[in-house]
Each structure stands twice: as C-alpha cells, then as structure tokens.
C-alpha cells in the first residue's frame, strides 16, 4: 500500500498542510515540538480513524478550531481509494470522528511504550493480543466489552460481604455469563497468537540475525478449558474470591509467552533483544490483517 498524498486541516499544530510521500522509506528529521509526531499521528487517524497515541477526539483539532480533516489518496497494485477522516463538534458539546475505513488500508504505529508488550506485566500483553484479535475478529472487541461488564458487576458481588449460601445463588447467572464470554474471548485470542507465532518466528530473525521464536498462549484454565472446567474453577475458589473480592479465575488472569531460543525474553532478554522482539510484534500485525 502506498500513501500518494496526505493533506491537514486545522489538525494538532497544522492548520494547513500538504504531503507527498515516496513510494519508499521516508524519513522525519526536525527539531523538538515542530510536529513530527502529529503528522505521524495524522496519518494513522486517516487511514485508522483513531490517534496511536491513545488522543480523545476533541484534542486532535486545532487550538480554537471548530474542527479537524485529513484527506489522503492510497494506491495499492491496481486499487486505489481516496480517504477522508473528520473530527467535528456536535450540537450537544461532543466530539465526533466521521468517515470511512478503507478494508484494506493497514497502519502499524511503533513507539518507545512498545517495548512494554515483552517487559512489562500480563495485561499489556493480554492488550497487545486482544487488539490483534479485534483487527481478526471483528466480533472480538465487542465479546471483550461485555466480559469486563460482567466480571465488574461479579467482582462487586464478591466485595459486598454476604453470606456464602446467599453469595453462591446470586452469582450463577453471572458464573455462566462469564464462562460463555470468556471461552469465547480464550479462542479467538489463541488463534490469533498461533497466527502471530508464526509471523515473528519469520520476522525476529530477519532484525536480529538470529534466534528461535516462540510464542504461547498461556491460559489460567490450562491448555484446553472447558465449561466444565471454568465452572469448576469459579466454584472451587469462592472462598478465597470472597476473601480478596476479586474473581480469580479467567481469560483476565491469561499471558502470552514469548520466548528466544528457549528463554523467557521478559526475564532473560537483553534490552536489544527485547526492542527488536516488540518491533517483530508491531511489524507481525500487518500482513495477516485483510
């Protein structure tokens, strides 16, 4: 995919601007606060109609503007799309994205934090993989959502301090909400990390000249979990969940593994290793998304 042309209006720090990018590697040099990063920002709300840099809506306009566009023209082989992104304010005060996506229009955003995918903890690599599977699966995102709903509202129920028999009543219908959702989100996330081992065993060599990569789901239910096994597990701990107000079991207590040559890189990588290991990650993103 080539980005021919990228044209800003009242965007960040540029009220007018127009681009021309090569068909190849480009390169932003400049000083501090110029705007290199939102113009890389720009362009990832153009063709993703988000900012990478995690920016509510109403902070992408100009200051005092009324309103943000990014206009762009993508070719890629025989296709091509012009492509616009609006960031507009409605009657009741709130800040609107508009557009439309282009299906096959891709933009992988790497950035220091993205070294925190490898060292820091499970969640920012439970992160890392459920906005992968989302771009695979589109059903996954909104599965996610409605999980943290009932894990919340099951967690407030462990923190209220009834009796155990009362307790155990009121959380069935919660129990087999989350056993339902939850194994729904445990296999759309180990496909796409089979999809992702994959790629970066391909990709980590080619940055780091060498090295065996390998990537596995680890899941607090264990290799193949069931109903069964989950209601099991939910029941089994009630006590202890009672104790810490928290539920103890599910794809929320899930990691990733990665691994180089058979060592943990979070553990035993270098910090060269585990920046070319995130790159390998941010890059694998690209190719398996339609």
């Not at 999809?195 to 990537?215: D, I, S």
């Not at 089994?236 to 810490?244: D, I, K, V, W």
């Not at 943990?264 to 910090?271: A, E, I, K, N, T």
Request: aromatic residues 6%; glycine residues 10%; positive net charge.
């Amino acid at each position: 995919m080539h980005l021919e042309r990228v044209e800003f209006s009242d965007f960040r720090n540029f009220r007018s601007l127009s681009l021309t990018p090569a068909s190849s590697l480009n390169i932003l040099t400049g000083p501090n606060a110029q705007g290199k990063t939102n113009l890389l920002e720009g362009i990832g709300f153009l063709l993703a109609g988000r900012s990478f840099r995690g920016a509510k809506a109403a902070a992408l306009p100009s200051w005092e503007a009324a309103g943000a566009v990014v206009t762009g023209h993508l070719r890629r082989r025989d296709a091509e799309r012009p492509l616009q992104r609006a960031v507009s304010r409605r009657e009741d005060g709130a800040w609107v994205v508009t557009g439309e996506r282009c299906p096959w229009a891709r933009v992988i955003a790497f950035g220091w934090h993205d070294l925190g995918i490898v060292t820091d903890g499970p969640h920012a690599r439970r992160s890392f993989l459920d906005n992968f599977a989302g771009k695979l699966y589109p059903a996954h995102l909104t599965a996610l959502s409605r999980y943290r709903q009932i894990l919340a509202r099951r967690n407030h129920l462990l923190q209220r301090g009834l009796d155990p028999a009362a307790l155990s009543g009121r959380l069935g219908p919660w129990n087999e909400q989350l056993v339902r959702v939850g194994l729904e989100l445990i296999g759309r996330r180990r496909s796409a990390a089979a999809v992702l081992a994959g790629e970066a065993a391909r990709l980590y060599p080619q940055l780091a000249g060498n090295g065996q990569v390998h990537l596995e789901y680890l899941g607090a239910l264990g290799p193949e979990p069931t109903e069964a096994k989950f209601r099991e597990a939910l029941e089994g701990q009630l006590s202890e969940e009672m104790r810490r107000g928290q539920t103890l079991s599910g794809p929320h207590r899930d990691d990733l593994l990665i691994e180089v040559d058979g060592r943990d890189l979070r553990v035993f990588g270098s910090r060269g290793q585990q920046r070319l290991m995130a790159l390998a990650l941010r890059l694998a993103e690209a190719d398996p998304v339609t």
